[in-house]
């Protein structure tokens, strides 16, 4: 296996010195071989034609901070606790920009698989921000490959029955802590957040929430935004989707949902479930990221995971910074690093030696090569 493993990226740009040792040092999955075996190629070709606005990146790359931070490694409260040390260069969440004026309202775990769901409220945008976390332990991992499907218990469509679970298992705690939310905060916009496995839960509590399960102060704009997110239901339940968005619009404008659902080079788990298997995605705006660059997929290639893109509408003045893509860099940024820098700092600190600052910052220089 590791063979054929190496031999998938054989063709591929060279690495730098900086990005051999990144990719070395990688321990989590990033799916690139079940991208390579499942992901089906779209015929169409990415252009600087597709490129989405710069503020759009923006907006997403704000918006992941949360669905990463969501997954709690490290300990949500923990980050958010102490944010001016996490924030500084070196240290786990440097370049977290978003998540500097950000306030931690709840952090809990649902009931069925301790799923990890989070609320802040960020005061510059008034936004409240429901974020979703990814697989971190083995329950989890059970429940995201039982793809057996159920009905919703209302309205249309089919629903994966172990990211349903995992949904119910938390449900009556998200909404109860976005009722609190409203009540105690000036919160203008809903953000609902998620990356992988909290991609797919993000989709189903957006499901109640245009569906009127979760009430929200009447004309409330909702934003949906996934990363690497799965598929989760079928052709019904993407069409139900679709419905409940339009009536939401026709109700409160054009602007009062945007669904922004992004997948990423060599990242597998977006062609999870097979469509063979009688799943769909339900996003109605698709996006592909490659090379720090995000482009619009057309919806009728919605399904696809692998695109060609244009040479022209790249950044050809630098490198690449994940050129390999993966389940784990989205957004720019890279969740690898993050982990292992706060593994080495809880380390470190947990040493209660003196200097564990410096030898903190002199172990990740050894560990990335950077100065």
């Not at 252009?47 to 989405?52: F, G, M, P, R, V």
């Not at 996934?226 to 409160?252: E, H, I, K, M």
Request: glycine residues 8%; proline residues 5%; contains cysteine.
């Amino acid at each position: 296996m590791g063979s054929l493993f190496r031999s998938l990226f054989a063709a591929e740009e060279e690495l730098t010195p900086t990005q051999k040792l990144m990719y070395a040092s990688e321990k989590l999955n990033n799916f690139r071989l079940i991208s390579r075996l499942c992901a089906t190629r779209s015929s169409y070709t990415l252009t600087a034609n597709d490129l989405a606005p710069a503020d759009l990146y923006v907006v997403l790359a704000d918006l992941g901070e949360f669905a990463q931070i969501a997954s709690n490694i490290p300990e949500t409260q923990y980050v958010f606790d102490n944010k001016d040390m996490l924030l500084q260069r070196k240290y786990p969440f440097e370049g977290f920009e978003a998540l500097r004026d950000a306030e931690l309202l709840s952090a809990f775990k649902g009931t069925v698989a301790a799923a990890p769901v989070i609320t802040v409220y960020r005061p510059g945008t008034k936004q409240l921000v429901v974020g979703f976390g990814g697989t971190t332990n083995i329950m989890q991992t059970l429940y995201d490959i039982y793809p057996v499907r159920r009905r919703l218990p209302y309205g249309n469509g089919c629903v994966h029955s172990g990211f349903y679970a995992m949904y119910k298992g938390c449900r009556d705690q998200v909404i109860d802590a976005v009722r609190q939310a409203f009540d105690g905060h000036d919160v203008q916009e809903l953000a609902i957040v998620g990356h992988s496995m909290g991609g797919a839960l993000s989709y189903l509590f957006a499901v109640d929430v245009l569906a009127g399960q979760c009430p929200l102060p009447a004309g409330t704009p909702v934003t949906v935004a996934t990363y690497g997110c799965p598929r989760l239901g079928d052709a019904a339940l993407s069409q139900f989707w679709r419905q409940f968005v339009a009536q939401y619009q026709a109700a409160n404008g054009e602007a009062s949902v945007k669904d922004f659902s992004v997948k990423g080079l060599n990242d597998g788990v977006p062609s999870l479930p097979p469509v063979s298997w009688g799943y769909r995605h339900i996003a109605c705006t698709p996006f592909y990221f490659y090379h720090g660059r995000l482009f619009h997929i057309p919806a009728a290639e919605a399904e696809h995971g692998v695109f060609t893109v244009e040479k022209d509408a790249l950044d050809q003045t630098r490198i690449p910074d994940h050129p390999r893509g993966g389940h784990n860099y989205y957004n720019g940024r890279d969740t690898e690093k993050v982990v292992r820098r706060a593994y080495w700092l809880d380390r470190m600190i947990s040493e209660q030696s003196s200097g564990w600052q410096e030898k903190y910052l002199a172990k990740i220089a050894e560990l990335e090569q950077v100065k």
